[in-house]
């Protein structure tokens, strides 16, 4: 079974920053390419940053260029956000999800929620 | 980037009745094309792929369709469980976007 954990989330002061952790299982991490997503509160979907299978392609939303950075660990099948400069608009439920081939992204995580408040 | 205008922003529907949801693109995305269905503090699933396969144990009275900037999302049969939010993202190019979403609601 296609499983995909979130971690790291919480509250955070503007400015600071959080690292969080997607850990995959169920099928070969190394062959899809990887997203991360968000919904603020109330909010529709937003996209905000893919990589490839082995990370040689990577692509950010302009919303978190420059602040956020993704990679990912084959060997450990994880998957991460570097986010710093948090501002108190990326206050959102953060998703990982796996790509579909052909379009979409086919599997998702139950989320973690980062709160940037003072 | 690449605007999805998705439509209606609402409809409320009987049980049993036809819904048709419409989303189209600011420019052709062939059939770069994703439909998801969100229930309220769950992570969204996804429901059509490819602009019309249906994901794997997805029922059969929903349908996508469409290529290039104009898709449907069709449910033949509206049944109670299908109340939510539903989106359209296209993934032809990057930033990937999405519809504004539509609420679907059960009369």
């Known amino acids: 079974e296609v499983q995909l954990v979130e971690s790291g989330g919480g509250l955070v002061q503007p400015g600071g920053s959080l690292r969080l952790s997607c850990a995959a299982s169920?099928?070969?991490?190394?062959?899809?390419?990887m997203n991360w997503f968000r919904q603020a509160p109330g909010k529709g979907l937003e996209w905000i940053s893919y990589?490839?299978?082995?990370?040689?392609?990577?692509y950010y939303a302009d919303s978190v260029k420059g602040r956020f950075t993704i990679s990912r660990d084959n060997a450990k099948n994880s998957l991460y956000l570097q986010m710093n400069s948090l501002r108190a608009e990326d206050t959102a439920v953060y998703y990982c999800a796996r790509d579909v081939p052909s379009g979409g992204v086919d599997y998702w995580g139950q989320g973690t929620l980062v709160t940037v408040s003072s | 980037d690449i605007q999805m205008t998705q439509s209606p922003s609402s409809v409320s529907a009987s049980v049993g009745e036809r819904v048709t949801i419409t989303c189209r693109a600011s420019?052709?995305?062939?059939?770069?094309l994703a439909w998801y269905h969100q229930k309220p503090g769950k992570a969204p699933k996804v429901l059509v792929y490819?602009?019309?396969t249906l994901s794997s144990g997805v029922p059969s009275r929903f349908s996508g369709s469409g290529s290039g900037t104009d898709f449907t999302l069709t449910i033949s049969s509206l049944q109670p469980e299908d109340s939510g939010n539903y989106y359209c993202q296209q993934a032809s190019s990057f930033p990937y976007t999405f519809g504004r979403g539509t609420k679907l609601e059960i009369k």
């Open positions: 990589i490839s299978s082995f990370g040689g392609s990577i």
């Open positions: 490819g602009a019309s």
């Open positions: 169920g099928f070969t991490f190394s062959s899809y390419t």
């Open positions: 420019q052709g995305i062939s059939t770069w």
